[in-house]
């Protein structure tokens, strides 16, 4: 039974997390290569905060506003870049935040990382048994899926997707693409803040290793397998993605065999990434509109 | 697509169910959270020889009260974050009421937290930072703290005639809080401290920090590091023909260290939470050991492990096979007791009251106690 | 108050980095001037390479060295060519990011599949450690000076090939047009085949020089094929002889910076350098065909 919860509650963050991610991927057709790193500042601004005794509600907007501000920050000098550029460069970003993390030691901790980290206590509400915490998960991701579901099916979501297929079409038509892909860009940031907060708060130990390039692989494959630009897409994605990972941590093997489980289970997911690239890259669930136009 | 999703969903539900209840009826389970890969696994391995030595031992005596003793392990592939999932694990899936901790005082400390949280004891073998224990009154650790080791070691210095030096550690609980300790003592006595420089674990190449080390070409420089690290980093300096003393914390001392590192190893010298090794206790342990694994080198911490277990028996013993009796019964249980690594005693902190610090020194490619 | 002696060994490792890098960035430079494409997994061939090398010579084949080197280049350069024909043939035609994706997920693939193997531990080739030669107070040891040497010998060859040999001049038709190099009759398959294969060979060699220096472990492509890729944006894509100097730049960038910043930072100047040449010249790195 915890077993199911415990799965049931990273399914809803990595959904989280990837929703945000695929608004830029997907929708805006921004390949961000970096996006642990928001993951990253939410998870630590609130850890650090909630370590210092502040409420976990002060913790939450903060670790969400400094993932947007983070968004901000770096979005404005690589959204200048055109496509695999702005990838590598997001990439980059990430990893520069990642040293940081791991080298101001002062600040974070370094690499012995944050332990305890406080389950979170809403208006005397304590969210620390895992149906709780599920609960709150959930609430949380619902809220995600309502609000960005409602920015891509409106106006903006369609000038983001007009942005993604020509973006020179859009700008002769009168919107101004920086501007919308700057909008979409830090939202995705903000929302993967939420899915860092509620990560750290969950799992209660947070260190820099846990922000790699494994990371953003990870839920670039939910993304691209689940189907970019939908909005069930990532969800699925996440839930099948999580269900395999996780689900392979309780089981009872051997002890020697845990050294060839892991990466085993990462090959699988390379595999599957070129797999899905080559063969099917519009991942499972298809973008409306897309079903005869899947190779660009 | 509906088909690859059917066999995602069966695929799933079938690795949910081979999460089979464990028919183990009447063991007394005791979970192990140890390293048994990665970076640190040569430390994790060593531990697991002898608490399956002291286990056997016990087993062939009775087990407790009649019911042998089963060790859980879990693989905490030498980092932080799977600890925390491996001491999970044997908490939620094997609901073990006590367990042995990780190697490595930062991996301990990012687990411990867990272990106070669901109210299972906790105990550490080797973890020697200052806080180690901090997390709560379910934690504990046998084996001394560094606050000890910083001050014999900055003794040592000043006896070796040293009164300036640069200090590199490795940068984690165990080196930062050495580190500190050393710092305090070797100023309080007049020494100067000329270079802080931390290092990163489980990296391949030292030559940057070795060379702002070897700067101005110390006598001695002062390195807390760990086994890998250690002989890559003596390994490296040798090579850049790097001529001073080493000098080195308790986590170094380990044959493995000086296997890797060969001859760059030779005249290093270190303190230790120093065991007596002539005491009937010991000679016993190491006497089984050899029988068991044919060489009497004891591993890194080894003996302290094989106490560990004694220890935690005896708890058992006396208060029963819930966390909560096991916590309560260690002091008792341990007050006065004599292990094969001397007086086991818990302080205030559940650390340990008595501590004696030994120096070491690799000589002809062995490790020995540094006679004066 | 700090010694000469000091600073002119940081200038030396900071060279020896430096020519390793040198052949990371040429190989990479390389697949991007003829394929128009960074590929990702070029980390992984570099890691592989050394890997090779460790197999040929560890039971039960334990090759002396004179055999397991080539052994270990041809099993590198077959890699590339079956990365080419498995993965990037068949996408050959597909969006910029649809490869760069793909190329990701195999470098993922290739980094688990040696840990699957040997392990996440360090592992050394184990030769036998010795003191390095001293002039001015500057220590190289007898395997950094082969290192050197090593690296100057392969990028004679590189030269050689493809400035004065035929093959050489296809790769570079190919690289500049690739359908006007169809059309006027170069063997477009034997070309770009070529061009993995010295790629790959580049890599090889690097791979092993740098696990000579610093022992081998999975993650050691990662971090190395960013370095290159910032050694390719210094020269310009495409140009070998920019390769050349980015990779003796960057080399010499980080052991520099590390005597006024924190050890633990020495990766990140590369990121920071490959940051803020994209940021700096954003229209000068899509001046290659961009689509």
Redesign the interface.
């Known amino acids: 039974m915890?077993?199911?919860l415990h799965l049931a509650i990273v399914v809803a963050i990595y959904s989280i997390f990837a929703l945000s991610l695929n608004i830029e991927v997907g929708y805006t057709g921004l390949?961000n290569?970096g996006h642990v790193a928001f993951f990253a500042i939410g998870a630590y601004v609130s850890a650090l905060l909630s370590l210092q005794d502040a409420t976990f509600s002060l913790a939450l907007i903060a670790g969400i506003a400094c993932a947007g501000v983070g968004g901000l920050l770096i979005g404005l000098?690589?959204l200048?870049?055109?496509?695999?550029?702005f990838?590598?460069?997001t990439?980059?970003?990430a990893?520069?935040v990642r040293?940081l993390l791991?080298?101001q030691?002062a600040w974070t901790k370094?690499?012995?990382?944050l332990?305890?980290i406080p389950r979170p206590e809403i208006f005397s509400w304590h969210f620390?048994t895992l149906p709780a915490y599920l609960l709150l998960t959930l609430g949380a991701a619902v809220l995600t899926f309502l609000v960005i579901g409602f920015l891509t099916l409106s106006p903006f979501g369609r000038v983001l997707k007009a942005i993604r297929d020509d973006e020179t079409a859009a700008a002769v038509l009168g919107k101004n693409p920086f501007a919308y892909k700057m909008e979409a860009f830090v939202i995705g940031s903000a929302f993967a803040g939420l899915a860092g907060v509620l990560w750290a708060h969950f799992?209660?130990?947070i260190?820099p290793?846990?922000f790699t390039?494994?990371e953003t692989?990870l839920v670039?494959?939910i993304v691209?397998l689940g189907g970019k630009g939908t909005l069930w897409g990532p969800v699925v994605g996440a839930a099948?993605l999580i269900?395999?990972q996780e689900?392979?941590?309780?089981?009872?093997l051997p002890?020697?065999w845990?050294?060839?489980l892991?990466?085993?289970q990462?090959?699988i997911?390379?595999?599957?990434?070129?797999i899905?690239?080559?063969f099917r890259?519009e991942g499972?669930i298809r973008e409306k509109g897309k079903e005869t136009i899947d190779?660009? | 697509m509906k088909r690859f999703a059917l066999i995602v969903s069966v695929f799933s539900l079938l690795a949910c169910f081979s999460v089979a209840p464990l028919w183990a009826a009447e063991n007394v389970k005791i979970g192990a959270a140890f390293a048994l890969s990665g970076s640190i696994a040569v430390y994790g391995e060593g531990f697991k020889k002898c608490v399956d030595l002291a286990v056997e031992e016990i087993n062939a005596k009775g087990g407790i009260n009649g019911k042998k003793i089963e060790i859980v392990y879990e693989d905490n592939k030498s980092n932080p974050k799977d600890c925390v999932s491996a001491v999970r694990k044997l908490i939620t899936v094997d609901k073990v009421p006590v367990l042995f901790g990780p190697a490595g005082s930062s991996n301990f400390m990012a687990a411990a937290p867990v272990a106070q949280e669901s109210k299972v004891v906790m105990l550490s073998a080797q973890g020697t930072a200052e806080k180690l224990t901090q997390a709560g009154p379910f934690i504990f650790r046998i084996i001394p703290s560094n606050s000890k080791q910083g001050q014999r070691l900055a003794k040592l210095a000043f006896e070796l005639g040293y009164r300036q030096l640069p200090v590199m550690y490795i940068n984690n609980d165990w080196g930062l809080d050495l580190k500190d300790g050393f710092v305090t003592s070797f100023k309080k006595m007049g020494g100067v401290v000329t270079d802080i420089i931390p290092f990163d674990e489980k990296k391949t190449d030292y030559r940057t920090e070795l060379l702002r080390a070897n700067k101005d070409n110390p006598k001695a420089i002062v390195n807390l590091t760990y086994i890998n690290e250690g002989a890559v980093q003596f390994k490296q300096a040798f090579e850049m023909g790097v001529k001073t003393q080493w000098l080195c914390g308790s986590a170094a001392r380990a044959p493995k260290m000086v296997e890797l590192a060969g001859k760059a190893a030779e005249g290093v010298m270190g303190t230790y939470p120093s065991v007596i090794q002539d005491t009937k206790e010991y000679k016993t342990f190491k006497a089984a050991y050899q029988k068991k694994y044919g060489d009497d080198k004891i591993p890194i911490f080894g003996d302290y492990n094989y106490d560990m277990v004694y220890l935690t028996t005896r708890a058992i013993e006396k208060g029963g096979y819930t966390a909560e009796g096991i916590r309560a019964a260690l002091p008792a249980a341990a007050k006065g007791y004599k292990g094969v690594t001397g007086d086991k005693t818990f302080d205030e902190n559940r650390g340990m009251e008595h501590a004696d610090i030994g120096i070491w020194i690799v000589k002809g490619g062995k490790i020995e106690d540094h006679k004066k | 108050m700090d010694s000469l002696p000091y600073y002119l060994q940081t200038v030396v490792n900071g060279i020896l980095a430096g020519c390793i890098y040198a052949l990371f960035a040429m190989g990479l430079t390389l697949i991007y001037g003829v394929l128009n494409f960074v590929n990702f997994a070029h980390g992984e061939l570099i890691m592989w390479g050394a890997y090779f090398l460790y197999l040929a010579m560890a039971e039960p084949f334990a090759l002396p060295l004179y055999a397991a080197v080539p052994l270990a280049l041809g099993m590198t350069a077959l890699l590339g060519a079956a990365m080419d024909f498995a993965l990037f043939k068949p996408l050959r035609k597909a969006n910029r990011l649809t490869l760069l994706i793909a190329a990701i997920g195999l470098s993922f693939f290739l980094r688990n599949a040696a840990q699957l193997f040997w392990g996440a531990q360090v592992r050394t080739y184990g030769f036998e450690i010795r003191q390095g030669y001293r002039w001015l107070g500057v220590s190289l040891t007898p395997q950094q000076l082969a290192i050197i040497a090593i690296s100057l010998i392969c990028i004679c060859g590189v030269y050689l090939l493809f400035f004065k040999s035929r093959m050489g001049k296809s790769m570079r038709a190919l690289a500049d047009n690739l359908d006007l190099a169809r059309i006027s009759g170069i063997h477009t398959g034997k070309v770009i085949l070529s061009a993995w294969i010295i790629s790959s060979l580049l890599a090889g060699v690097g791979g092993i020089l740098m696990a000579l220096d610093t022992n081998l472990n999975p993650e050691m492509g990662v971090v190395n094929l960013i370095k290159a890729f910032a050694a390719t944006l210094i020269g310009g894509v495409g140009n070998l002889w920019g390769a050349l100097i980015g990779g003796l730049i960057i080399g010499l960038a980080e052991n520099i910076a590390v005597l006024f910043i924190s050890p633990g930072y020495k990766d990140a100047v590369a990121f920071v350098i490959m940051v803020i040449i994209l940021l700096a010249r954003p229209y000068v790195v899509t001046d290659k065909r961009t689509d």
């Open positions: 915890d077993l199911v390949f290569f000098p690589a200048k870049l055109q496509g695999d550029y990838g590598i460069a990439l980059g970003f990893e520069i040293m791991q080298n030691v370094g690499p012995m990382g332990p305890g620390d799992i209660t130990f260190s290793g846990d390039l494994t692989i670039l494959l691209v099948v269900f395999f689900s392979v941590r309780f089981l009872r002890p020697e845990s050294g060839i892991g990466p085993l990462q090959m997911f390379g595999l599957l990434l070129v899905l690239m080559i890259p499972l190779r660009d």
